[in-house]
Every structure is written in C-alpha cells, then in structure tokens.
C-alpha cells in the first residue's frame, strides 16, 4: 500500500465519522427549526464583509448567530460583531476546514435555544471545506469578480457540493473587465442549473434577493418545526 | 489514538517522503545551475497573470520553463504558453498542494537540460502548499489587494514558507481602499524583514524590481555551479 492510498483511507474514516455527526447536528437543528446557512470560497472573496451586511440587516427581524472559522486570529469575528448578533470564532490551526465536531463543540453552551438563523463562515478554501458536512441546510459558494471568470472550472468539487453561487464584489466589475456571462457558464458547466446571484455587499446591490432566498428557507425550517411538533 | 491524530501521523510520513525527493530535486537543480522559482498564493491573486509576464520578459534573455498545478484543467498552462516558453500543466484532482514526487515526474523526460530558469505556480491555496518542499530556491508568496489586509494574520504560515512577499493588483489599490502600511505590518508581524513587492503585472509597475531580484538569484545559481565544477 503507498502512503498516498494510506493517506486516502485515512481520510475516508475521519469523512465518515464527521458525516455522522453532521447527520445529528442537522437533526438537532431541524427539530428546533433553525436554519443554518453556511459560507465557502477563497480566501478574500469577501465572505466577512457579506456576511457582516446580511447579519445587520436580518438582525432586525430574527434572533441569528454566526460560528467563524479560521487557521488563526479572531479578527473575523470582531467584525461580525459590529452587526450586534452573538459571534464565535473557531480557530482551526493547521486545518484547512471546519468540521462537524468543531461546531458542535462551538454550539455547546454558547448560544441561546432561541436562536433562529445560524451562520456558518467556514475557512477561506475552495478545496478542503467541500468533503465536509456541516449539517447545514443552505450552502453559499461565493466567488468574487477579482478571481478570475474559470474558477468554478478548476475547483468544481466545491462549486458542486454547494447549493447556490454568489459573485460578490460587483462594484469592482468593470475595473477587472470582469465578464458575468463567461462566469456563469464556467458554474453551469460544472453544476447545469445552479442559481446563481450577483451582489456587492459594499453598494447593497443584489442583496435583497439573496436576503429573501433565505427568509422563504427560514419558513421552511419553521414549518417543518411546526410538522415536527403536530406529530 | 484519535482518528485526527492518526491522521497528522500518516501525513507526517507523507511530508518526510516529500522532503527526500525535494532534497534530491533541489541537488540536480543546484548541479545543473537551474534556478528554481515557486509562486503561492490564493485562488484568483493575479499567479498566472503575474507569471506569464515574467516568463514573456526574461524569455528574451534566458531559457525559461514553468510548470503550473491545478485540481482540474490546463486553462493556465493554455495562458502561460503564449509567453513562448516550454509550459506543462499538472492536474492533481482533489490534492490541494503541488508535492515534490509530482515535480519530478512532470520533469522527466520533458525540458531540456539546457534550461535555466524553471517556474512552478502551485495550486491556488493558502494552506496545503506551505507543508510541501518542492526543491525550489526561491518562494513567493503572492496575496492581491483585493483580499484584505489581515490575510497574512490568518494564514502565518504560507508566509513563513516563503522567502519574498508579492503584493499584487496594485492598480485595484484605490478602488479597493487598500492599505499598504497594514497589509506590509501583518506581513511583518509574522515574519518580520520579509521583503516585499508591491506590483500591478497589468501596468507593469513594480515589476523591474522582482525581474531583478530573479536575476540575480540566477546569476548566484549560476556561479554555484561554476564552483562545483571546478571542486
């Protein structure tokens, strides 16, 4: 056996073992009707500053948290902070992803049970974080203008494990001659199919529908609860 | 023994393989007076680009050759090729760092013995690249002022690895709000004296400066073959 096969099954025991836990924290949160909605891409797609304008603004209407994952530095979630709703930040060391054993240990006796939209910020990666189930409902993938139209083409595992695509900093399209249609083929060509939203967190444009994507999955969750309850 | 512990022992094993063929690279490529450059960085910091002018540069003065990694693809060899060097794509899958093993084989039987100034752009990656020798002389790390300035707090060690920060996209500088005197204090905060560049690979400006710096690691490497031949 090489140490490159060793290392591949390895991997696929500790993959097991967090698909298992991410099937009972999904479970838990399903059960409490908590949507969980959770970010992937590079780093300095300006996942942070997104999510920090999504919490300010749902903040007024929802009780909502957000875990943060990163190697080192808890810079990420002093700027979530500014939104006002709880933050915690994970840090990872040397390990290029969340997994569902740390935020299950994040959760543990942190936030409220009335909690009713929780975010994930996984690692900046478009490689490591797509093995891993969060038991989250909602994955974003967010790639922005600055990275180049091919990205989705050279990491489609991510592009793939993910549910909707969201191309941030808009405002800067025309500085990089950013071309939208060259983008949105590479992501239907490695997922046919895929929404896909165009914002800028900084001007606000294209939020609201991505706010309303996830309200209408927020009532989801909540009559899924109410089901749950009736049974 | 916990399974993450398991783990961190079979990629130790993996890393000390590694190491073994990057020694071995590293003495043909000092044998040889081939000077060997590696560009790390993030997903869509502006590597190809960057690379693409250099080779399209010092391809009037020397013989230069590159090797690039990627998951998926030969988009980025297709675009290094049209500098006229000899460019030969490697796809590692799902593998999210070039290894020193993978260098070799792609080396065989392919450049010229005559070549003597070999680039290797690694998969787009803060992380994974930063564990993995590869037998080059020089590392540069790259990070875009699209990213933020605190990325170097968030991912010390891809800047401990290398030997040269390469602050990229300077012509975004403004547009983004980017500002040089934090980006340069968290590069120095985690390696302090790190050189630093600031260039735009789109005006060119900066650019002089790293050609030089190449130039004469070149003519270093050159002369430790000299002495070797004479010993």
């Not at 006002?84 to 569902?100: D, R, Y």
């Not at 909690?115 to 797509?130: D, K, Y």
């Not at 900093?169 to 199919?193: C, H, Q, W």
Request: charged fraction near 25%; include cysteine; proline fraction near 3%.
């Amino acid at each position: 056996m090489t140490q490159q096969t060793r290392l591949v099954e390895v991997r696929q025991k500790v993959l097991k073992q967090n698909d298992v836990v991410a099937r009972e924290l999904r479970q838990g949160f399903h059960d409490a009707g908590v949507l969980v909605v959770s970010l992937v891409s590079s780093p300095g797609s300006g996942k942070t500053y997104f999510l920090e304008r999504i919490l300010t603004d749902m903040a007024k209407r929802h009780r909502v948290a957000a875990l943060v994952g990163d190697l080192a530095t808890d810079n990420d979630a002093a700027r979530l902070a500014r939104s006002g709703a709880p933050v915690k930040q994970i840090t990872t060391g040397t390990v290029c992803h969340l997994e569902a054993e740390m935020v299950r240990s994040a959760l543990t006796d942190w936030i409220k049970p009335d909690v009713e939209i929780l975010f994930i910020e996984n690692v900046g990666n478009l490689v490591c974080p797509s093995s891993y189930d969060l038991g989250e409902d909602l994955r974003l993938v967010l790639m922005s203008v600055t990275e180049g139209e091919d990205k989705p083409l050279k990491y489609p595992t991510i592009f793939n494990t993910a549910d909707v695509a969201v191309i941030t900093k808009m405002d800067l399209a025309a500085a990089v001659e950013f071309d939208s249609n060259t983008a949105k083929a590479s992501i239907n060509s490695v997922r046919p199919g895929m929404t896909i939203f165009e914002v800028s967190a900084k001007t606000g444009k294209g939020m609201d529908d991505l706010l309303q994507l996830i309200e209408s999955r927020y009532a989801s969750a909540q009559s899924r609860r109410s089901v749950a309850d009736v049974e």
